[in-house]
């Protein structure tokens, strides 16, 4: 079974699946947070993440990148202390170090969304590479979940799902290359 199978009316993967997973954003919060979400989600449900969805959300000063960058030994504490989180101190080291990394990035090329997208096209396998060379906790599936989530790879959707109408309106940047590739 598809996630189009099973997240239709779910009172969680619903709404994630119907209005998020694979529509394109820009907005540098939607993509820390769904940076440190997939992190997160790493040998765990993403049903387990999305109902920590709002704890996270209150933890990570609501995906403020600088904020979040900022962070010390104190929040450190303060996170591996909240049960409402995934209390992993990986993770937790991983989103602190990638916020730092987005300011970098911020600084180089804009912002978040400009250099994803001054690398965009590209196979897997490659933003595998550029993704692990400058961030903490990026193995093949975070950084395809991660990237397909906002519409840089395809598979979000079966072809067949409703979603993918709404979703094909939006051009996401997957389908934009698709198209440029075409003779």
Same mark, same amino acid.
């Given at each position: 079974?598809?996630y @189009?199978?099973?997240?239709?009316?779910?009172p969680?993967?619903?709404?994630?699946?119907?209005?998020e997973?694979?529509?394109?954003?820009?907005?540098?919060?939607?993509?820390?947070?769904r940076?440190?979400?997939?992190?997160?989600?790493?040998?765990l449900s993403w049903?387990t993440?999305?109902?920590?969805r709002d704890?996270?959300?209150a933890?990570f000063a609501d995906?403020d990148?600088?904020?979040?960058?900022a962070f010390?030994e104190?929040d450190?504490a303060?996170?591996?202390?909240?049960?409402?989180?995934?209390?992993?101190r990986?993770?937790?080291?991983?989103?602190?170090?990638?916020?730092?990394?987005i300011?970098e990035?911020?600084?180089?090329?804009?912002?978040?969304a400009?250099w994803?997208?001054?690398?965009?096209?590209?196979?897997?396998?490659e933003?595998?590479?550029?993704?692990?060379?400058?961030?903490?906790?990026m193995?093949?599936?975070?950084?395809?979940?991660?990237?397909?989530?906002?519409g840089?790879?395809?598979?979000?959707?079966?072809?067949? @799902?409703?979603?993918?109408?709404r979703?094909?309106?939006l051009?996401?940047?997957?389908m934009?290359?698709?198209?440029?590739?075409?003779?």
């Amino acid at each position: 079974m598809s996630y @189009c199978d099973i997240a239709p009316g779910h009172p969680f993967h619903g709404p994630y699946h119907d209005g998020e997973y694979g529509f394109p954003s820009s907005d540098e919060r939607v993509l820390f947070e769904r940076l440190v979400l997939e992190i997160n989600q790493a040998g765990l449900s993403w049903l387990t993440i999305l109902k920590k969805r709002d704890a996270f959300r209150a933890a990570f000063a609501d995906w403020d990148v600088d904020r979040v960058a900022a962070f010390g030994e104190a929040d450190v504490a303060r996170l591996l202390a909240d049960p409402g989180i995934i209390r992993n101190r990986l993770k937790i080291d991983a989103a602190i170090r990638n916020a730092r990394v987005i300011q970098e990035i911020r600084r180089e090329h804009g912002s978040f969304a400009a250099w994803i997208d001054a690398h965009h096209p590209r196979p897997k396998e490659e933003w595998v590479k550029l993704f692990k060379r400058r961030f903490a906790f990026m193995g093949g599936e975070i950084v395809g979940e991660f990237l397909m989530s906002l519409g840089y790879l395809p598979g979000a959707h079966r072809e067949d @799902c409703p979603v993918m109408v709404r979703l094909a309106r939006l051009e996401p940047p997957w389908m934009r290359a698709k198209e440029k590739a075409r003779p």
